[in-house]
């Protein structure tokens, strides 16, 4: 009997063992032509992504695809299903995890007018019988604007970039640095950090629900700063601050509307571009270098 129990247990052990697939993708684009509108978006799912600019004008990417099952059946479904894929339109080259019940494309329609996921569970169970990663190792002209997502297991590292930013992150932090120009940085859990090499001249916009932003800027910052927080507070060593009108925000609602404050507002020097800091259970810590 109790050879026929391991016999059973070793069974079990084997069966429930997951299967592996782990590959390298290597690929290189080009834009066709150089343009200030030209974009690299690159969104993810499961995974990370790390990006580099450089003084080049090849966009090298590589992603290490990891596909876990139960089985081999299960493993080749997910090999087949879940891919690297990729869009060309012109001035703005998208690279996406697709496969799947998770649709991707231009989304339209309730003030979005963006490249995003949308997941079609109608005709299929949206929890797959494979687990996914992508994890994402991308080199691109400095001078390109990026967009960024991923959701699960990964964060967003981006260093010298002279074009916009978007990064957007659900659980996982952000880290941008050797930042020029305007950037949005967004998180749900995780922390915000961001260091400027020259002060950018276009509006920025930063949040996180649960984690703390840390900026850092050059020298001589001259902004207007607005902050919001639930359970945060705002940390400078700022000494040019000037207070700011607070902001209403008036909400329309059956009964009516009603009027809410909208953070705090001060003015850096002579004021300038938006730096806008939001979080609801964390700090902002906003310095000079």
Known sequence: MKLITL???????????????TETIAKEFKFEKSDPKNTLILANINGSIKVEGYEGDKIMIEAVRTIKAKTDARLEKGKAEMQLRQ???Y????FYAGGGCQQFGYQTGNGKNRWSYHWNCRDRDCNPEYDYKFDFTVKVPNTVNIELSTINEGNIKVTHMKGAVK?????????LTGLEGPTEASTINGDVDLD???NPKGNCRYYTLNGDINALFQKGLTANMSFKSFNGDLYTNLDNLTSLPVELEKEEGKNGYHV???GSKYKIRQGGVLVDFETFNGDAIVKEK
């Not at 016999?7 to 697939?21: H, N, P, Y």
């Not at 001035?91 to 998208?94: E, F, G, K, N």
Request: no cysteine; glycine share 8%; aromatic share 6%.
């Open 167 to 175: 990064a957007n992150n659900i659980n996982g932090a952000i880290e």
């Open 260 to 262: 809410k404050v909208g």
């Open 87 to 89: 869009i060309d339109r």
């Open 91 to 94: 001035d703005t080259i998208v």
């Open 7 to 21: 016999i059973i247990l070793i069974l079990l052990a084997i069966a429930g063992k997951a299967q592996t697939f």
């Open 196 to 198: 400027y090499s020259k």
